[in-house]
């Protein structure tokens, strides 16, 4: 008698049953808009990110402009607060805040939620404030998003043109700092010169956690493929984005998401590469006319995979990655081991 030969799904089962870890998504600032209704974690988010197999993400405090600069650091404390108050009423979800905590919440069933921020505005210029939010369970810190800050300045969604500066001295303290209290240094978003200045006053494994590559969308806002072997030389890992994949809409698929973490593993290796999926249609889908347009203004009008869009489609991507030759070991590194591994060395 021979052994029944493993389908494809039941693989695909069998690789997700240890857990995915998507290391960005923007539940706080949703969280805080519905502030007046409360149990949003529970009746809108809780069975996506259960029912597949969705173990830690990564979510984070991102201020929009219009809380700027005065509401910056009240919006940042009520989005965390929100984060607790949410937790404590949906048990299946721990906020975690070290590398033990998430192990456990894992052998649980639960799903760990590691806060992370988007932007050092909250802070202001008081680099005693990064303590107060490492007490309040912020462990990870991109010093930009794509607008300028005390801290630095963000990366333009064109392929030059972004101030050449690199960070503030406040930036530079920052991001010593970081590293000093174990909150993970986030390279997302920084402009480039900006990159190599982080790289540069620390020493522990980077993360870029949403990012894609600028072989496939050549924005400032991506990073380039110097700046993917400088992750990789420093054994950092880089979470492939899926939003920002193409300009061009017809080539925002499946596949061309798959193309940007063979390129990072061809660069770097197998062990550079995680996702931070940023899957963020429920948000835009929720603005009005005018927001969107502003967005595109600003930055981008961004592109959705079609059978990407949020994390109940994750096996969509498994099933690529079988398809397109990614051994079982491989897609265990990109769903969630190398994540893991940043998280056993800085947490
Ligand atoms: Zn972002």
New binding site residues.
Partial sequence: MTAKKESIEERIDRLHAGRIIDL?FDLPMDLYEKRERGNVLATEFLHELEAWYIGVVGVAIYIEDRYLPDAGLRVALDQIARLYVETQACSQFAICKSYREIGNALKDDKIALLITM?GAEPLGTDLNLLRIFHELGVRSMGLT?ARSNAAGHGGIFASSGSLQDGLTEFGRDLARECEALGVIIDL??INPAGFNEILSVTTKPPIVS?TNVRRYYDIERNINDDQIKRIGERRGVIGVNSVLVSAKEEETTLDCYVDHIEHIANLIGIDGVGVGF?FFEFIYSQWPESVKQRLAEKLTTPHFIPNLRNHSQTRNLTRKLIERGFSDEEIEKILRRNWLRIFQEWL
Wanted: charged share 30%; no cysteine; glycine share 0%.
């Fill in positions: 960005h988007e998003h997302a978003h949403h940023d």
